[in-house]
């Protein structure tokens, strides 16, 4: 097997360095150390040679040093899901767990992901891109679409920098926040509906988890803070038709993008039955509280189970 490109057999991986990629540089670093921390326990649960590897900018010679075979990413938001450090693995023959660079690249970055959306056929909010808060600010009042609005940075994950905006007032101070953060300034037309995320794992729709957050929207806190008293129901709630459908633009996402391994896709669900595609996550948290582990778990694939699988997707994807 060259280089893993096609992936590994667990009596392969059994006698391999595997290197837990995660913290890293990012505004999620703090949820990458749970998510690595996590991982890296269940693997070594199951009888792996596992070294965790805090990401910074010594991370080539740290690899080296710990002789590591195949990595594991762990990683969130800018430098770990951007397509940066998956091209650093490939340059030195490390396969690694999720999507290569191309699909990594433009699944972090919200406009250019849309974009692919829109061209497939792929249901999602209408939207406009800013490269500055100026030109945002300049065109408030000429936005092809009424408030609420939903204003966000187009290249940070976790809700990070997200809001949703009622007034020109609110639209003002989302913008200068938003463009604090990585990435042009993209301004969507709020859809009003529930909010579910389905989960893909090699190329499967796994199922779909609605989540009801006791804040406004699921954000940060209600994602991460403990007692955010947000609610996870699986199998989401939903009418068959609309259960296929959610998985269906889950599928056709992570295809569109050509993602590997897993990915959760944020949808809406409206009252009158449309389906809206939010954004995907070609690196899906895997904490106590992540969702894809939820989903996973409903179909039978416990935590450690569904590390182990996907540790044996590794490959090169270049």
């Known amino acids: 097997m060259t280089l893993g490109s096609r992936g590994f057999t667990p009596e392969e991986l059994k006698a391999k360095r595997v290197g837990v990629l995660y913290g890293g540089l990012s505004s999620e670093r703090e949820v990458s150390l749970r998510t690595g921390a996590a991982v890296a326990g269940a693997l ?73 959306f829109v061209s497939r056929g ?8 800013f490269a500055s808060a100026e030109a945002a600010l300049a065109q408030a009042d000429r936005l092809p679409f009424p408030f609420p609005v939903v204003v966000k940075p ?39 509906g529930r ?8 190329n499967e729709a796994l199922g779909v988890i609605e989540v009801k957050a006791a804040r406004e929207f699921y954000d940060y806190e209600a994602k991460y803070k403990a007692g955010s008293g947000t609610q996870y129901l699986f199998p989401a709630p939903l009418p068959p038709d609309l259960y296929a459908r959610v998985n269906e633009v889950s599928l056709a996402a992570h295809v569109a993008l050509g993602c590997s391994g897993g990915s959760r896709s944020d949808v809406i669900v409206t009252e009158t039955g449309d389906v809206f595609l939010l954004e995907i996550n070609t690196l899906p948290g ?21 590390c182990e699988r996907l540790l044996r997707g590794a490959s090169l994807k270049a």
Do not use: N
Not at 122 to 129: D, E, V
Not at 169 to 186: N, R
Not at 195 to 202: A, F, R
Not at 293 to 305: L, V
């Open 122 to 129: 792929i249901p999602t909010p209408p939207y406009r891109a």
């Open 44 to 116: 070594r649960g199951l009888g792996y040679d596992v070294v965790d590897i805090d990401v910074g900018k010594d991370l080539p010679a740290r690899l080296i040093a710990e002789k590591v075979d195949v990595a594991w990413l762990a990683l969130h938001g800018r430098f770990g899901e951007d397509g940066c450090i998956q091209g650093l693995l490939e340059a030195m023959f490390i396969p690694y767990t999720g999507s290569g660079v191309m699909a990594s690249a433009v699944g972090m970055d919200k406009v250019y992901a849309k974009e692919i």
């Open 195 to 202: 909010e579910v995320q389905g989960g893909v794992l090699d």
């Open 286 to 306: 895997m904490t106590a509280s992540s969702l894809l582990p939820k989903i996973a778990a409903g179909r039978g694939i416990d935590f450690p189970a569904l």
């Open 154 to 192: 187009s290249r940070e994950g976790s809700s990070v920098g997200v809001h949703i905006c009622k007034t020109r007032e609110d639209y003002a101070a989302a913008v200068e926040d938003a463009s604090k953060h990585a990435g042009t300034l993209l301004v969507e037309q709020f859809i009003k």
